[in-house]
Every structure is written in C-alpha cells, then in structure tokens.
C-alpha cells in the first residue's frame, strides 16, 4: 500500500511541475500561437479543435525529441551550427508563411464566409490547404521545429527536468508523468487561444478580420527574421 502511495505521490509530483514549466512556456508568444490563431479562425467548422490537432502534432515532435535526449544526443541540440542552420530554414519558412497570409489577403483569397450567420456558413478549408501548413498536425510539427529556440529550450531547461527528476527508459512512470504533464500544458492552453479565435474573430466584420490576419502575419515575418538572424550573436551554445 505505502508503495502504491510513494508511485502515486512521485508521478503526480512530476506531472504537476512538468505541466506547470509546459504551462509557461506555451503562453509566451510565439510562431506556434500565431499559427494557431490563423488557423482556427480560418477553419469553418470546428475550428476551435484547432488547437488539439496542432498540439497533437507538436507532441509527436516533442516524443522524437526526448527519445533523443534520452539516448545520449543532447550534444547536437547545443552545437551553435546546428542551431543556426534551423534557425535559417525556420526563419524562412515562417517569413514564406507570413507573406502568403498578407498575399491572400491582398488578392482577397481568403474566404470570409464564416463570417455569415451559420446557415451560410461552408466547409471551405483554409487557403493554405494544399501547403504542409494547411494539416494542422503537419503544421504543429513544422512550426515548432522552425523555432530554434523550442530547440534551445529542450537542450537546456527540459533537458535539466528531466535529469533532475532522474527521466529514464528504465524509469518509465517518470517519463510517462513528464511528458504527460508537459504536452498537458500546452494542450489545455492552445485550446483555450483556439476556442477563443474560433468564437471571437467569427463575430468580426471582413475589414477588422483582415486586419487581424495581417498583424498576424506581420508578426511571423518578423519573427521568422528575428529567428534567422539571432542565432549568430551567440558564438557558442
């Protein structure tokens, strides 16, 4: 019994401090609110969902990652080079994804149907459907890993979680508790912000709604440069 108890007390410990860390990290701004944003507002039906389905795919990721830093490759996650090579290619990706927003609000792409009252209201998918960031389980993997400093973040305070917890295969209802606790956090906020954009932005007009897209955009882009360039102002990791 007292063992069952000592588990029990042990799991929710880790659980709770993994979710509360997932918790403040997800809330801080960054390209994965942006795009979920985005897409729950252009989604026309259940797009309060959004948030589920980008954090299933940010998970999926985040499993990848931790079997990695488990099995000894924290190294490759400190190396300056590599950090600077995603924060490239996530840069530009995020730059490409903010310009096709302002592109198709520009040209009047998008479509503001969803903005009708329900009976006129179609299936109509996002514009950027047939792009890898139009599945949003596709898009909450690239979008993350576009983010060097999700990586950063891994490298440096999930990796001292886990050893200060002592995150092992061989202790396994540790692990389970952590990455349950951390994908947790980020889940119970992203389908706040995703509940939030599909119920909100769908009482707007087409002006301010696009408008919205486009602030959203904007900050992508800058972001996407922000994250291009800032990797080499630090000489080493």
Not at 93 to 115: A, E, N
Not at 176 to 196: K, Q
Request: overall charge positive; proline content about 4%; glycine content about 10%.
């Amino acid at each position: 019994m007292n063992e069952l108890i000592n588990f029990i007390s042990a799991f929710w410990v880790i659980f709770s401090f993994s979710f509360l860390v997932a918790l403040t990290g997800a809330m801080s701004p960054g390209p994965l609110l942006t795009y979920t944003i985005i897409k729950s507002a252009q989604t026309s039906k259940h797009g309060y969902l959004m948030g589920l389905w980008i954090i299933i795919g940010h998970a999926i990721l985040e499993m990848g990652i931790v079997i990695l830093l488990l099995l000894g490759f924290s190294f490759i996650l400190k190396n300056i080079i590599v950090i600077r090579i995603i924060g490239i290619v996530g840069g530009v990706i995020l730059v490409l994804f903010g310009l096709s927003i302002v592109r198709d609000v520009y040209i009047g792409k998008i479509s503001t149907d969803f903005l009708n009252p329900p009976d006129r209201q179609n299936d109509e998918a996002l514009p950027l459907s047939g792009k890898g960031l139009g599945n949003p389980v596709i898009g909450g993997i690239m979008v993350s890993m576009s983010n060097p400093y999700w990586w950063i973040w891994w490298a440096t305070i999930g990796l001292a979680f886990m050893i200060q917890f002592g995150i092992s295969f061989r202790e396994w209802p540790k692990l389970i508790a952590f990455f349950l606790g951390h994908e947790a956090g980020d889940l119970i906020w992203y389908m706040i912000v995703s509940t939030f954009a599909f119920f909100g932005l769908r009482r707007l007009n087409k002006k301010a709604y696009y408008g919205i897209l486009v602030f959203c955009a904007i900050f992508m882009i800058v972001f996407g440069i922000y994250l291009g360039i800032s990797p080499f102002f630090h000489d080493s990791m």
